[in-house]
């Protein structure tokens, strides 16, 4: 019988998924002119991203799922501090245990991928990574807005699984329609979580999830930037 690693399973059954991955829909022209790419899967109904006046992303969510990611800009990948700002405007769904993939939806979170290390390479993650029009993949450190836990609370990712780290920012009963300011050190949180020294940062990434209950939700971030301190 052919055993699989746990470190392959999260990856394999992507995989497995993507013959269903949909075209990506067309993205907010604004947020392709700047270098935003959008993933959706072709059996899951696609979240939405638009560039507001005020220059923040909107993220909306209803009954669906979606990832918008950037490649980080030469000159930023060993940057540790990364820093935003975002607000939930509406949060229909059902607050959860986000450590579970049952139902777990939440309004929004910002994604840190990091480059792909001797650690964290194979077959099926590359495959899936070039299907996806993205990087080969390391590690993943997810910031989250949502569920019923504390901020500062942090688990191993129910979807990467070894290879990647949640950490909870803002709670799922944080008031709506408030700016909330972010600071993180993601060479910090890399080392506590992997144990090593970090690979470059590959890319950011923004997903609304409201697809599992399901629900609606809507948010916005703005001001994303990695910074030396």
């Excluded at 394999?12 to 959008?38: E, F, Q, T």
């Excluded at 607000?87 to 777990?104: E, F, G, M, P």
């Excluded at 077959?123 to 993205?134: I, V």
Aim: hydrophobic share 40%; proline share 7%.
């Amino acid at each position: 019988m052919c055993r699989v690693s746990r470190l392959v399973w999260p990856f394999l059954l992507c995989v497995l998924a993507l013959p269903a991955l949909a075209a990506s829909p067309s993205v907010d022209p604004k947020l392709s002119a700047v270098g935003w790419k959008i993933f959706t899967f072709t059996d899951l109904k696609p979240a939405h991203f638009r560039l507001a006046e005020d220059g923040s992303i909107e993220v909306e969510a209803a009954g669906s799922v979606a990832g918008l990611y950037r490649f980080v800009v030469p000159g930023d990948e060993r940057k540790p501090i990364l820093t935003w700002r975002w607000r939930v405007d509406r949060a229909d769904i059902q607050i959860v245990d986000l450590s579970h993939k049952a139902n777990a939806d939440r309004p929004v979170a910002l994604h840190v991928g990091f480059a792909q290390d001797d650690s964290t390479g194979g077959f099926f993650r590359n495959l899936s990574a070039s299907l996806m029009g993205m990087p080969p993949p390391g590690r993943v450190l997810s910031y989250t807005w949502g569920g019923r836990h504390q901020r500062g609370d942090s688990f191993v990712s129910p979807h990467f699984g070894e290879l990647g780290h949640v950490v909870i920012l803002r709670p799922g009963d944080t008031p709506l329609q408030q700016w909330q300011e972010e600071r993180v050190d993601v060479h910090a949180d890399f080392r506590r979580f992997f144990g090593y020294e970090p690979p470059e940062i590959a890319y950011i990434v923004l997903s609304g999830d409201a697809d599992d209950q399901p629900g609606h939700t809507q948010a916005r971030v703005a001001d994303i930037t990695l910074s030396d301190r």
